[in-house]
């Protein structure tokens, strides 16, 4: 090399035009901090001088080592997006949380990995992750939770080698499909085709949703038994109505009696 050296001595407008250096810290998988001199870093051997006619009779030679330090490589883990239906366990990634957080070999991306290092593992934590975490409960915009990546597991050395940015993601909750059920109250013969209902629908724990509806009416006014009952207009109201969906059901159906007057 022509550069990456400096020079003392030299007499009778004598030049050296090039020398030899050498460092392992110059190979691409050398470590950082993994060199035999100060804080690990790599001995730069200098040898070799060419330059001026009788340089090396006319001159006592004396090299004198450099250090290379080896820097960490950039590196950024993006925890990926998900979604999961509310009361769900697992995610549309197929992530499982346990309190919140996932050891996970998926559900995220990475840039900045040279030599064949490889990242095995991470974890993965979102308060989106449990059960009972509301639609549109996060703080991230349109209510979303935070996925936040963190501790990296992979080849040796990654956490030296390497400085690791980790960059968040979202988890959506959405709504869960509510099944309605129905039962209809018997009745005596009026002459209407109104009917009275029950309605009900599998929610989860203590969440507060009412079904209510727009109308219920008997097949025909007609006495008879198991006859048809058609309740429309469904909605759903109450606190945690938000959590769940009537998936585009809009009516529902069951049978009672009207007795004979």
């Given at each position: 090399?022509?550069?990456?050296?400096?020079?003392?001595?030299?007499?009778?407008?004598?030049?050296?035009?090039?020398?030899?250096?050498?460092?392992?810290?110059?190979?691409?998988?050398?470590?950082?901090g993994a060199g035999s001199?100060?804080?690990?870093?790599?001995?730069?051997?200098?040898?070799?001088?060419?330059?001026?006619?009788?340089?090396?009779?006319?001159?006592?030679?004396?090299?004198?080592?450099?250090?290379?330090?080896?820097?960490?490589?950039a590196l950024i883990?993006?925890?990926i997006n998900d979604s999961r239906v509310y009361g769900s366990s697992t995610t549309a990634l197929n992530q499982t949380y346990s309190s919140n957080a996932a050891s996970t070999s998926s559900g995220f991306s990475v840039q900045g990995l040279v030599n064949g290092d490889l990242i095995?593992?991470?974890?993965?934590?979102?308060?989106?992750?449990?059960?009972?975490a509301a639609v549109g409960g996060g703080s991230l915009s349109g209510g979303a939770?935070?996925?936040?990546?963190?501790?990296?597991?992979?080849?040796?050395?990654?956490?030296?080698?390497?400085?690791?940015?980790?960059?968040?993601?979202r988890m959506t909750v959405t709504p869960a499909t509510l099944v309605v059920s129905v039962l209809g109250s018997n009745k005596a013969y009026d002459g209407g085709t109104a009917a009275t209902v029950t309605l009900s629908g599998n929610t989860i724990g203590s969440d507060v949703v009412t079904i209510t509806n727009s109308g219920a009416v008997f097949s025909d006014k007609n006495a008879g038994s198991g006859k048809t009952v058609t309740v429309s207009g469904?909605?759903?109201?109450?606190?945690?109505?938000?959590?769940?969906?009537?998936?585009?059901?809009g009516s529902v159906t069951t049978t009672a009696d009207i007795t004979p007057a």
């Open positions: 090399t022509t550069s990456g050296y400096t020079v003392t001595g030299l007499a009778n407008g004598d030049l050296i035009y090039g020398l030899t250096l050498n460092s392992n810290g110059a190979l691409a998988a050398s470590a950082v001199g100060a804080s690990g870093r790599y001995t730069i051997t200098p040898s070799a001088a060419v330059g001026s006619p009788g340089l090396n009779t006319n001159y006592n030679l004396v090299y004198v080592d450099g250090l290379m330090t080896v820097t960490p490589a883990i993006s925890a095995n593992t991470i974890t993965l934590t979102s308060q989106g992750a449990a059960t009972t939770y935070s996925i936040v990546p963190s501790a990296a597991l992979g080849s040796p050395g990654l956490g030296n080698n390497y400085a690791i940015t980790y960059l968040p993601g469904l909605s759903l109201s109450g606190s945690s109505a938000a959590n769940y969906t009537l998936g585009g059901v």
